[in-house]
C-alpha cells in the first residue's frame, strides 16, 4: 500500500529540455490538457553537453563565488524553449498515461498562464518568454493543438519576460489586461482587444531594482496587482495611481508560503514552512483552504489550511523528482467524490514531468 503522505508518480515524461513551466488548460472541453513550458541554454559545439542554467541564474547573468553556481561567460548564450502540450490519458482503476501531443519551437520559456475567459470564443494561453516577447496561443474551436495568434514585444534591450499574469481570473473583463515582469525590474501593463487580438501597452513602471520574477493581480479588485523581485520585495501597486509609488513593501526571502488578508498589510496571517524556496504557489481550483507550492529543493506540497487561516500544515508531498522543483498546478478536469485533482509537476536539470494525484486525506 503506498504512503498517502507521499503518492507515487502515475506517470512521467523526459521533456528533453529542462522544464519549468506547467498549466492546465481550465476549460472543460480541453481540461485534460495542459502545457509545459522549457527553458535551455543553445549547445556549445566544443562541449558535450548542452549548457543548462537555471531561470532563477541566468537572468542575472552576474559573476558567482560560490562553487555550485555558475559563473559569468563573455560569449552570449542563445536561449531555446519548447512549447509542450500534454494530454492525460485515462485507462481506468486511476490510471493514467502522458502523451505529449504537441512540440512548439519558442525562445525559453519563463511563465505561462491561461485566461479563465475565453477570448474570441477560444481559449487562450500567454507565454512570457527568454526574448521578451509576450505570445498568446489558442484552441481553436474543439481543436487540441496551439496556434499563435498575436506576439508583442515588450522592450528592445534584451530584457527576459519573467512572468505574466491576466487580469480576468475571477472578473470577466471585454478588454482584459495582461501584466508582465521583466528581468529589469520594469512591470508592463498590456490591453487585449479579443476580436483583433491586437496587444497595446497601457502602462511600465520600474518596480524592483532586481530581477522581477512575479506579478500577479488581486482578482477581485483589478486596480490593484502584486510583485516580487531579487530584491527580497513583495510590492502593492494601484493602478489609478499610475503605479507611481508602491502602496505597499515587505521584505522577505526565506523558505516559507505567507498567507496575507489584503484589507491589513501589516503582517501575514500565517507563515507555513516548506523548506528548499518557494518558486511557485497555486489553489486548489475550487477550494480555498488547499494550497499547491513547488519548492525547488525540497519537492512539491499540498498545504492545508484552517478555518481561520492561522495554521497552514503539508498534508501530501511529492519527492520523487531529483532536481529542481519549479512549474506544477492542479488538474480542471471532474474528480469523484473527495477526490483531489490530478497534479503534473516538473523539475529542471533532469528534464523531468511526473503525474500524481495528492492524498485524500486533505479535508
Given amino acids: ?173 471585454e478588454q482584459p489586461q495582461i501584466a508582465v515582469s521583466l528581468s529589469s525590474g520594469d512591470i508592463t501593463l498590456l490591453d487585449l482587444d479579443p476580436t483583433s487580438s491586437t496587444l497595446t501597452e497601457f502602462l511600465t513602471w520600474h518596480a524592483h531594482d532586481f530581477e522581477a520574477w512575479i506579478v500577479g493581480w488581486n482578482y477581485h479588485d483589478t486596480n490593484i496587482l502584486y510583485t516580487g523581485a531579487d530584491d527580497c520585495r513583495l510590492k502593492g501597486w494601484d493602478k489609478r495611481m499610475d503605479c507611481s509609488y508602491a502602496t505597499f513593501v515587505s521584505k522577505a526571502y526565506d523558505e516559507n508560503v505567507l498567507i496575507w488578508d489584503t484589507r491589513s498589510m501589516r503582517q501575514p496571517l500565517s507563515t507555513t514552512e516548506t523548506g528548499g524556496g518557494v518558486w511557485r504557489l497555486k489553489w486548489h481550483p475550487t477550494r480555498k483552504d488547499v494550497l499547491l507550492a513547488g519548492c525547488m529543493h525540497n519537492g512539491f506540497h499540498v ?31 471532474p474528480t469523484k467524490g473527495d477526490q483531489l485533482p490530478l497534479v503534473a509537476s516538473c523539475s529542471f536539470y533532469d528534464h523531468l514531468l511526473h503525474m500524481w494525484r495528492p492524498s485524500e486525506k486533505v479535508n
Avoid at 2 to 17: H, K, Q
Avoid at 306 to 329: K, N, V
Fill in 1 to 173: 500500500m503506498s504512503d498517502p503522505f507521499n503518492p507515487p508518480s502515475l506517470d512521467s515524461s523526459d521533456t528533453i529540455y529542462s522544464a519549468d513551466s506547467i498549466e492546465f488548460c481550465p476549460f472543460e472541453s480541453h481540461s485534460h490538457l495542459f502545457a509545459c513550458g522549457t527553458y535551455q541554454l543553445a549547445k556549445d559545439e566544443s562541449e558535450d553537453e548542452p549548457a543548462v542554467t537555471a531561470p532563477e541564474l541566468t537572468a542575472a547573468d552576474t559573476d558567482s563565488s560560490d562553487d555550485d553556481e555558475p559563473t559569468k561567460v563573455d560569449k552570449p548564450m542563445l536561449r531555446l524553449g519548447r512549447l509542450l502540450v500534454y494530454a492525460v490519458e485515462s485507462e481506468g482503476d486511476d490510471t493514467y498515461k502522458l502523451n505529449n501531443s504537441e512540440r512548439i519551437e519558442t525562445a525559453a520559456i519563463l511563465d505561462m498562464k491561461w485566461s479563465h475567459q475565453l477570448i474570441n470564443g477560444n481559449p487562450t494561453l500567454g507565454v512570457a518568454d527568454a526574448s521578451g516577447d509576450l505570445s498568446l496561443y489558442q484552441f481553436k474551436s474543439t481543436g487540441t493543438d496551439l496556434e499563435i495568434v498575436t506576439k508583442y514585444q515588450t522592450n528592445s534591450s534584451s530584457k527576459l519576460a519573467l512572468s505574466l499574469d491576466w487580469s480576468n481570473r475571477v472578473q470577466a473583463s
Fill in 303 to 333: 498545504i492545508n489550511y484552517d478555518e481561520g487561516w492561522a495554521t497552514g500544515s503539508i498534508e501530501s508531498s511529492f519527492m520523487e523528482h531529483a532536481s529542481l522543483a519549479y512549474g506544477t498546478d492542479w488538474s480542471y478536469a
